[in-house]
């Protein structure tokens, strides 16, 4: 698209161009001791191996009064497709959390895992030890396919089984050919001469910004396939995937404060079989990269292009990749977007149990021991462990003869006890200390906000009833907050921008409805609404169409039609 890419190219593009297949300077840096950070263009490229240098903001102020070095540690983010390990795994995963960062795992929206707190000393051996456990952090960050997310139990069905398969085809199929992470982390040879690979698919310069997978199995949508850059949707005929429907163009991120940058919901363009699948997955990628704009990263991902192209003329440059056009989609409906928590039995005879983990945080807390759990159980589970997009845990594929062990283990930690609907649905991201780019709390406030909004629940008489809840510290909007019932997006310390009524399948963006609102402004705007819900609602009519229909909020369509808030909102 020649309007964008006329203007020089953001500096990220020649930090990609320069940096040798991804390699840069990261293990000059590794070596240098004097230090706890990494130099600022390699800071961009460990992105694109999972690793974010971070300083713990909560010191930030008191070690600059000091003219201290911030007090740096790295973010390492694996790459687990479908979110699937074994026991044994996590046995490795929890081992790595304890020797070698800070003693936790965050289990995040997007179905992996997160280590907080590695000191560069220990980067090499954290990362070598995630290979031992057959893991990476290969493409977890960066202008790359990250993480491909699937729905979350592949025992449910046969085609909830192949949409794990799925994802794992997607995931190696879109994968850098690029050496540098074994070079780095594992000291792997360097290729003769250590002169860059050829990567067929990204190029020299990858991808314009990141892009996100997930695949969906009606009736759930537990992965938020409309939030995505590519959503793939299963049709399913008596039993089996006979194929995917296509959705393209979702996203999440945008900037207080820009019109121009707005969250949206994916467009659905076509069907594909699954053998067509990965061929699908490549060109909507290869339109991206060669029509992405490469100037202004806030402008850069699909759904940009995508507003920038028209989607018909981006379904024909897919089309022309792929050398035949797209058949018509199946359609598909969608009755939420939660987890299965607690104990259910599939048709193959196994059990599961869904595990709640609050805001995705595994740590040992007085009466709700996650990490040493987890433990009990990984060593007497012989199936899986498989991350949730909503940030909980499945065990998978519990046999017979292991449950009553599992039951007890639950037990013994504290693990059994049952959380109120709002919480169990409630998301927030990680935001402070760790991430550079929260402006307001998030993981760390949210159990408290939903203790006040449970309270308020309970005089509403809605206490069995779910709502879903998100927050996120920044508009960058990793906990998918515009797509929730309720969302708060922070704004400034203890001020958060309200929105409401998102849908509760996850197909409709929510809209603006208080600014800048603190916990009191919250509970203020809330109480009368929810209250108003409980008795004006129609039978099973969710808090999210209610307020639509009640006046609250206009019902919003999908794209820039968001900007009118977020003019508005500035
Ligand atoms: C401009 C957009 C974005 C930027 C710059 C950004 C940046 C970041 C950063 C720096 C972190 C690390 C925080 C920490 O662990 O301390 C993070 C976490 C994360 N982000 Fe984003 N992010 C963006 C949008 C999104 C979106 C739209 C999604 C998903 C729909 C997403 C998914 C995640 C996930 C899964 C995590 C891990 C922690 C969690 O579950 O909250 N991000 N992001
Ligand atoms: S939404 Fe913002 S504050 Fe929260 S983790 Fe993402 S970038 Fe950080």
Same mark, same amino acid.
């Given at each position: 698209?020649?309007?964008?890419? #006329? ?23 590794? =070596? ?9 263009? *390699? ?5 694109? %191996?999972?690793?974010?240098?971070? $300083? $713990? ?22 790459? #687990? ?9 996590? /046995?490795?995963?929890?081992? #790595? &959390? ?8 965050? /289990? ?18 954290? #990362? ?36 794990? *398969? ?15 992470? %074994? ?54 005929? *008596? ?19 820009? +019109? ?14 699954? *053998? ?46 792929? =050398? ?14 939660? $987890?299965?928590?607690?104990? %259910? ?47 909980? /845990?499945?065990? &998978? ?7 009553? =062990? ?24 990680? !935001? ?22 449970? !309270? ?18 920044? +508009?960058?909007?990793?906990? @998918? +907050? ?20 998102? !849908? ?9 409805? @208080? ?16 209250? =108003? ?30 900007? &009118? ?6």
């Amino acid at each position: 698209m020649p309007d964008t890419n #006329i203007a020089p190219p953001s500096k990220n593009e020649g930090i990609k161009l320069r940096s040798r297949a991804l390699r840069g300077s990261i293990l000059e840096g590794l =070596g240098q001791g004097w230090t706890g950070a990494l130099a600022d263009d *390699d800071t961009q490229l460990t992105k694109f %191996h999972g690793i974010y240098q971070q $300083d $713990d903001r909560d010191l930030r102020a008191e070690r600059g009064r000091k003219r201290m070095e911030p007090a740096l540690s790295f973010m390492a983010r694996l790459r #687990i497709p479908g979110g699937r390990v074994t026991g044994e795994q996590w /046995l490795q995963l929890d081992a #790595i &959390a304890r020797e070698r960062a800070n003693g936790t795992i965050r /289990l995040t929206t997007r179905q992996t895992i997160q280590y907080h707190g590695i000191i560069k000393g220990n980067l090499q051996p954290a #990362i070598a030890a995630v290979n031992d456990a057959l893991l990476d952090t290969i493409a977890a960050c960066g202008d790359v396919n990250r993480n491909v997310i699937a729905t979350s139990n592949p025992h449910e069905s046969p085609a909830h089984a192949a949409a794990l *398969d799925m994802a794992r085809t997607l995931s190696d199929g879109l994968l850098p050919k690029s050496r540098a992470w %074994h070079e780095i982390w594992l000291g792997e040879e360097l290729v003769a001469g250590g002169e860059p690979e050829h990567e067929p698919l990204f190029g020299t310069t990858y991808l314009p910004r990141k892009f996100k997978i997930a695949i969906a199995v009606p009736p759930q949508n537990d992965v938020d396939v409309y939030a995505h850059d590519l959503g793939l949707i299963a049709a399913v005929e *008596d039993g089996i995937t006979v194929g995917y429907d296509v959705v393209v163009g979702g996203g999440m991120g945008m900037t207080h404060g820009e +019109p121009d940058t707005f969250p949206r919901t994916g467009d659905t363009i076509g069907f594909c079989t699954p *053998d067509q699948a990965l061929a699908v997955a490549d060109a909507v990628v290869r339109v991206q990269r060669d029509n992405g704009n490469r100037a202004v990263r806030k402008h850069a991902r699909l759904k940009y292009t995508i507003e920038r192209m028209g989607l018909d003329a981006f379904k024909r440059e897919v089309e022309g990749h792929l =050398g035949y056009a797209l058949p018509p989609a199946r359609g598909a409906t969608f009755a939420g977007t939660g $987890d299965r928590l607690g104990w %259910h039995e599939s048709a193959d005879g196994t059990w599961h149990y869904g595990l709640f983990i609050e805001n995705g945080r595994v740590h040992d807390l007085p009466t709700r021991r996650l990490m040493a759990g987890l433990r009990a159980i990984a060593n007497i589970h012989r199936g899986e462990l498989v991350m949730t997009a909503n940030q909980n /845990l499945v065990i &998978a594929g519990v046999a017979p003869d292991d449950k009553a =062990g599992i039951v007890a283990a639950l037990a013994q930690h504290g693990l059994d006890g049952g959380a109120s609907p709002l919480r169990q649905r409630a998301m927030a991201c990680v !935001a402070l200390p760790t991430c550079g780019l929260a402006l307001a709390e998030s993981e760390r406030y949210m159990p408290d906000l939903v203790t006040a909004l449970d !309270a308020v629940m309970a005089e509403a008489g809605l206490s069995g009833d779910e709502v879903v809840l998100r927050m996120t510290g920044c +508009p960058n909007g990793c906990a @998918r +907050p515009y797509m929730a019932e309720i969302a708060l997006v922070g704004r400034g310390p203890g001020r958060y921008h309200l929105y409401l009524g998102g !849908a509760f399948d996850g197909t409709r963006l929510n809209k603006l409805y @208080r600014r800048d609102v603190d916990h009191a402004g919250v509970l203020a705007a809330l109480s009368p609404l929810l209250h =108003g819900w409980a008795a004006g609602r129609h039978p099973g009519e969710h808090f999210g169409e209610w307020v639509i229909r009640a006046g609250h909020v206009a019902a919003t369509l999908a794209g820039n039609q968001f900007h &009118a808030d977020v003019a508005d909102a500035a």
